[in-house]
C-alpha cells in the first residue's frame, strides 16, 4: 500500500525533475524489449520507483562515490547519480551483469548526463576493482544476510563504509538472520513511500569472529 506521505521528488530542483522524467520515459521505452521492472508496477513507475529510490538521495545527500549493487533498471543508483549532477561531485559504480541491462544503463546516463559508470560484470569481481567506495546501495535485490556479504570486502578495507538497502515488509526477519553472521550498527528509515517499508542504514560492518584466532 502506498503511503499518504508527500513525495521526495518536491524536494529537487526542476532541473533534475525533467532529467527524471527524461529518465522514466526512457524506462518505459526500452520495457517493450526488455523487463526492467515488474510489469505490474510500470503503472505506478514514478511513485513506485522513482520516488522511492529518491528518498535515499534526501536521506545522505552528501556528494559520495556509491557502489550500486544488482544495478537492473537504475534503481536506486542512477536515481542517485541523476541527482549528483547538479552538484558537480560525487560518483555512482553502477554493478549491473546483464548486458541488456547495461546496455540501457548507459544510454540513460548519456541521455540524463548523470554522474555514472556502469560495471557489466558479477558484483564479486566488479566491486573489487572499482575505487574504493564510501557508500554502497541495493534494491529488491538479496538477503540482507547475502547484501552484507557482497559488502564485507569493501568494509574491511574502509570500517566507515555505508550501506543503504531497501526492505520490504520482511525485513526484521532478514536482520534477525544476518545477526547471526555479522555485527554491524543499524539504523532503520521507515519508508515516505510504501508503508511498512524501510531503508536500512548499515555501519560498522563485519563478520562474527573476524580477526579472531
Given amino acids: 500500500m502506498k503511503s499518504q506521505h508527500p513525495g521526495d521528488s518536491r524536494f529537487v530542483s526542476r532541473e533534475t525533475r525533467d532529467r527524471l522524467k527524461a529518465y522514466e520515459a526512457l524506462v518505459r521505452k526500452w520495457q517493450k524489449s526488455i523487463n526492467l521492472v515488474a510489469p505490474s508496477t510500470l503503472d505506478d513507475l514514478w511513485d513506485r520507483h522513482i520516488e522511492d529510490s529518491l528518498q535515499l538521495f534526501h536521506l545522505t545527500p552528501e556528494p559520495k562515490i556509491w557502489a550500486d ?14 541527482c549528483l549532477a547538479e552538484t558537480g561531485e560525487g560518483w555512482v559504480h553502477l554493478i549491473e551483469s546483464n548486458n541488456k541491462k547495461a546496455a540501457f544503463l548507459r544510454t540513460a546516463i548519456s541521455e540524463t548526463r548523470a554522474r555514472a559508470s556502469v560495471h557489466p560484470a558479477r558484483i564479486e569481481s566488479a566491486i573489487t576493482l572499482i575505487d574504493q567506495p564510501q557508500a554502497i546501495s541495493a534494491r529488491a535485490l538479496a538477503s540482507f544476510d547475502e547484501l552484507l556479504a557482497f559488502a564485507a570486502p569493501i568494509a574491511e ?3 566507515a563504509l555505508e550501506c543503504w538497502f531497501h526492505k520490504g515488509f520482511g525485513y526484521r526477519d532478514e536482520v534477525a538472520i544476518a545477526r547471526g553472521n555479522w555485527e554491524f550498527d543499524l539504523v532503520e528509515h521507515p519508508s515516505r513511500v510504501l508503508d511498512g517499508s524501510v531503508i536500512l542504514q548499515v555501519r560498522q560492518l563485519k563478520k562474527i569472529g573476524a580477526g579472531k584466532s
Fill in 69 to 82: 549493487l544488482g544495478s537492473g533498471a537504475g534503481f536506486p543508483g542512477l536515481v542517485t547519480a541523476i
Fill in 157 to 159: 578495507k574502509d570500517p
